[in-house]
Structure formats: structure tokens, C-alpha cells
């Protein structure tokens, strides 16, 4: 069966620091994977997805940036937080064809 | 992808049936009705999806009303597990993998 796992599930970061949140799924192949950061309150923001290894398309111009480098690897970075990127950070996947998302536990960020 | 309206939140009694509205009325003839939920702190759960024709597993039942401008995502007995946000989507299979997660339903299940 299908795993997606996500982590760190908590962190605190101040203002200005890098940040690396790393998404790997299990049991599948050349899923679609997809960043998504929920503040709190409110509703889910697609943040980037992917097609495949390489192929980044972006939802939301901001300071944040994403790779994958494996198939089945998604990486959420940022060079410098700020406050306003605090939330509870979503990884998804879905299959090829598929538009069944299939969500990480999340990791939430607080920016101090 | 057409828009839907849910209500912000619904009661239901343990044990009792939670009926979901969501209306989709611009739906176009190639989108799909889509229902996650979301537990408190944790990520969104698929549910359940349909076309025009009545679904079910084994999570819930999804009825599409024949002209499909609404439906309702029935959770036949629920528990106070079933606490949570339920979201209705409606997206075609074109047009690229975005999906769009609006403010769906809080629904409470009460004791």
C-alpha cells in the first residue's frame, strides 16, 4: 500500500532562516506531488505541484521554492522565513492520471 | 473548475445520519464531484467522487441530483470521530492538477 511521509511534524524557526520540509511517498510511481500550507483558520493553499521528477509548477509567487530531486521526493525550501509563513504545511499525492489526493500528516511551522 | 456552496457548519447526533449539501449549479458536463474532510490537525482526507451517478463506499454515499447542480455526502451512522471539515470539489480531468480547497463544512457530531 501507498505511504506519504512527512517531517519534521513541528517547527520553530526565527525570522530570516532557511527552511528545508522534505515529502517522500512509498508505493507508488511517478506520482503527482503537491505543497499545500493551510494558516491557521483557514482553507488549504496549493502551493506547487509536480509531474515528475524536475517539473515544478508554481501556484503562489512568494518566497518559498520547491524541488524534486526523486520521483517519489518533495522538497519545500525557503532561503529567508518570514512571519507570514507560519501555517500547518500539507504534502499530497496523487496517482498519474488520477485526481484523488492522498495527504502527509503535515508538519506546522511557527516563525518566531 | 465551477464553484460550490456549503454551509459553514451542521450539528448532527451521534449515531444519527450527516447529510452534506454542496451546490455546484455552473458544473459543467465533464466535472467531477469531489469530498475530502479534514480532522483537526491533520491533513485532508480523501472521501469519495462522482460523476452523475450515485456513489458509495465505504466511508459514505454521495447522491447527485439529476440535473447536478447539488449533491450531499451522507455519513450513514456517524460517530464523534466524524467530527471534522468536509469539502466538496468539483473538478474536470483537464485543464492541468490544481484543486481548489475552499471553506467547506464544520461539521459537529454530538454525543
Not at chain 1, 500550507?37 to 518566497?63: D, H, K, T
Not at chain 2, 447526533?13 to 475530502?36: D, F, K, M, Q
Not at chain 2, 460523476?51 to 455519513?75: G, P, Q, V, Y
Request: charged share 15%; with cysteine.
Amino acid at each position: 500500500s501507498q505511504t506519504i511521509h512527512q517531517w519534521p511534524a513541528t517547527l520553530v524557526q526565527p525570522v530570516g532562516s532557511p527552511l528545508s520540509l522534505e515529502c517522500t511517498v512509498e508505493g507508488t510511481s511517478n506520482p503527482n506531488l503537491y505543497w499545500y500550507r493551510q494558516a491557521a483558520g483557514r482553507g488549504l493553499q496549493l502551493l506547487f505541484y509536480s509531474v515528475g521528477i524536475g517539473q515544478i509548477s508554481s501556484e503562489v509567487p512568494q518566497n518559498l521554492s520547491a524541488s524534486r530531486p526523486q520521483d517519489r521526493q518533495f522538497i519545500l525550501s525557503s532561503k529567508k522565513l518570514l512571519l507570514s509563513d507560519s501555517g500547518f504545511y500539507l504534502c499530497a499525492w496523487s496517482a498519474p492520471d488520477s485526481y484523488e489526493q492522498y495527504f502527509g500528516p503535515g508538519t506546522r511551522l511557527t516563525v518566531t | 473548475d465551477a464553484k460550490t456552496t456549503q454551509p459553514p457548519s451542521m450539528d448532527c447526533a451521534e449515531g444519527r445520519a450527516a447529510n452534506l449539501p454542496c451546490n455546484h449549479s455552473t458544473i459543467s458536463g465533464n466535472e467531477y464531484v469531489y469530498w475530502y474532510r479534514q480532522i483537526h490537525s491533520q491533513g485532508p482526507q480523501y472521501i469519495i467522487h462522482g460523476l452523475k451517478n450515485n456513489e458509495t463506499n465505504e466511508m459514505a454515499s454521495l447522491i447527485i441530483t439529476e440535473d447536478r447542480k447539488s449533491s450531499t455526502l451522507i455519513l450513514p451512522h456517524a460517530t464523534l470521530r466524524d467530527t471534522a471539515v468536509y469539502y466538496c470539489i468539483v473538478r474536470a480531468l483537464t485543464g492541468g492538477f490544481k484543486t481548489i480547497f475552499g471553506a467547506g463544512t464544520r461539521l459537529f457530531v454530538k454525543a
